[in-house]
């Protein structure tokens, strides 16, 4: 089961999350979100902006942080184009989480945009929310479109009178859309959704969920959760 780590901020933090082995991460690109990461004008015409994870390293005569081990993800809520592709190339971003209104179109003409010229390839998750099982087939849309689905659960799909309905949903979404689920990272959910049976499974995406401090991943939580996964 992939684990994927989400709203990761600060730079020794995300430091310490991919050397868990961590095989995706998001950083955050929604405006007014607390985990927001963010690009300092270089005052050049010809130089590209900076991320704030490379000011961080210059200004401390640090080390610039390796993304060598681990996929990148860009999370965007219903931004412009312009502003997600900047991105793209500024922070090298292997692929894109889309968890607005974005429809197929914003995905196809986006690749076509950055596909070939600004980056080799381009993964898109789109997010669907999910309150009521008849909401995972919004997911079907985007087949052919996003490369992989994030199911993000409301809490109350994932209660102890529900989880095994939620898990019979997961296991009959008709779709070959490789999917994510998160909405919560407690032991007894994530036992549950490990009953996951469904090929297009992919594994858990958590954020919040191991923070004890906002934007912070807690490393122990991190390696609790796991050590969970991997029982």
């Known amino acids: 089961m992939i684990?994927?780590?989400?709203?990761?901020?600060?730079?020794?933090?995300?430091?310490?999350?991919?050397?868990?082995?961590?095989?995706?991460?998001?950083?955050?690109?929604?405006?007014?979100?607390?985990?927001f990461v963010k690009m300092y004008s270089s005052?050049?015409?010809?130089?590209?902006?900076?991320?704030?994870?490379?000011?961080?390293?210059?200004?401390?005569?640090?080390?610039i942080l390796s993304f060598a081990n681990v996929k990148v993800f860009g999370v965007f809520k219903d931004d412009m184009p312009q502003n997600i592709i900047t991105r793209i190339y500024n922070f090298k971003l292997n692929g894109v989480q889309l968890n607005g209104d974005e429809n197929t179109v914003m995905i196809d003409n986006?690749?076509?945009?950055?596909?070939?010229?600004?980056?080799?390839?381009?993964?898109?998750?789109?997010?669907?929310?999910?309150?009521?099982?008849?909401?995972?087939?919004?997911?079907?849309?985007?087949?052919?479109h996003a490369n992989m689905i994030f199911f993000k659960l409301n809490p109350t799909l994932l209660v102890s009178q529900e989880i095994s309905k939620t898990v019979?949903?997961?296991?009959?979404?008709?779709?070959?859309?490789p999917f994510f689920v998160g909405g919560a990272a407690d032991e007894s959910?994530?036992?549950?959704?490990?009953?996951?049976?469904?090929?297009a499974f992919l594994g858990l995406n958590v954020d919040a969920e191991i923070e004890t401090e906002e934007g912070l991943k807690d490393i122990e939580k991190l390696q609790s959760l796991q050590q969970l996964l991997a029982r």
């Open 110 to 144: 986006l690749k076509t945009t950055v596909i070939g010229d600004i980056a080799p390839a381009l993964d898109v998750i789109k997010t669907i929310e999910v309150n009521s099982y008849d909401d995972l087939d919004k997911a079907l849309p985007f087949e052919g």
């Open 3 to 35: 684990l994927k780590v989400c709203g990761v901020y600060e730079k020794e933090n995300i430091r310490a999350v991919i050397e868990q082995g961590i095989a995706m991460i998001g950083l955050n690109f929604e405006k007014g979100n607390p985990r």
């Open 43 to 63: 005052n050049s015409g010809i130089q590209p902006d900076y991320s704030s994870l490379q000011v961080d390293a210059i200004k401390k005569n640090k080390d």
């Open 189 to 199: 959910v994530v036992n549950a959704l490990k009953e996951i049976k469904n090929e």
């Open 168 to 177: 019979e949903a997961l296991n009959n979404f008709a779709s070959s859309l």
